[in-house]
């Protein structure tokens, strides 16, 4: 069953959050809408040759529709994140010896960080899905101010290790794009958008 985060308005479709990340929790609840959170079954194993902002749409996708077989009267949102470094994908380092390596390579360098959001009803047939694009510039960085950053805020689950909303805002120089939450993980004016289409009332 998915944890519920609040109760839900019986005159709508039930939301639910098909992630277990708290930053996306987080930024949903920043909607003040009631949902429910469930766990996406779904390999993330990038595709041979697979682009970042093809494996980020493919990834929010396929984690939408799965959690929408499970319960296929609710409106679902997913969403997926990929660091796109000149083509090749950087995901959630997992340990602190591959977020060094992960800042080490990004040190004075323009990333993109590519998150995707899909939002998917199968009881009334809806799938749509949207792209935020994030430019981020980072400093040149020396080696004990990437060990002093991991070792304060320990960003292991966040793509490219990147944690803008804590202390890795002094990682950056300068971070571009057009929907503020998308770097945290989910892009809320395309989600609000999204959800409006799929036919939920927002404030």
Same mark, same amino acid.
């Given at each position: 069953?998915?944890? *519920? ?36 079954? %779904?390999?993330?194993?990038? /595709? ?5 902002? &093809? ?24 969403? &997926? /994140? ?12 997992? *340990?602190?010896?591959?977020? =060094?390596?992960?800042? *080490? ?11 995707? =959001? ?9 799938? /749509? ?6 430019? %981020? ?38 971070? %571009? ?23 939920? *009332?927002?404030?």
């Amino acid at each position: 069953m998915p944890e *519920t985060i609040t109760a839900l308005r019986p005159t709508e479709r039930p939301l639910i959050l098909g992630s277990t990340s708290r930053y996306r929790r987080e930024l949903l609840t920043r909607l003040r809408l009631p949902f429910e959170t469930a766990a996406p079954q %779904v390999d993330e194993t990038p /595709q041979a040759g697979e682009l970042p902002v &093809d494996l980020a749409l493919r990834l929010a996708r396929a984690k939408a529709m799965e959690v929408a077989q499970r319960f296929p009267q609710a409106v679902v949102i997913s969403s &997926d /994140q990929v660091a796109d470094l000149d083509g090749e994908p950087l995901g959630k380092p997992g *340990t602190h010896e591959r977020a =060094v390596a992960q800042l *080490t390579r990004m040190s004075g360098r323009t990333v993109i960080f590519q998150t995707a =959001v899909s939002v998917a009803c199968l009881a009334t047939g809806f799938e /749509q899905f949207d792209l935020a694009a994030v430019e %981020v510039q980072f400093r040149p960085l020396r080696a004990d101010e990437i060990e002093a950053y991991l070792r304060a805020e320990q960003p292991y689950d966040c793509a490219g290790s990147a944690k803008s909303e804590g202390l890795g805002i002094s990682l950056l120089d300068r971070i %571009v794009n057009d929907d503020p939450t998308a770097l945290i993980g989910l892009p809320l004016i395309r989600t609000c958008r999204l959800l409006r289409a799929a036919g939920l *009332t927002l404030a």
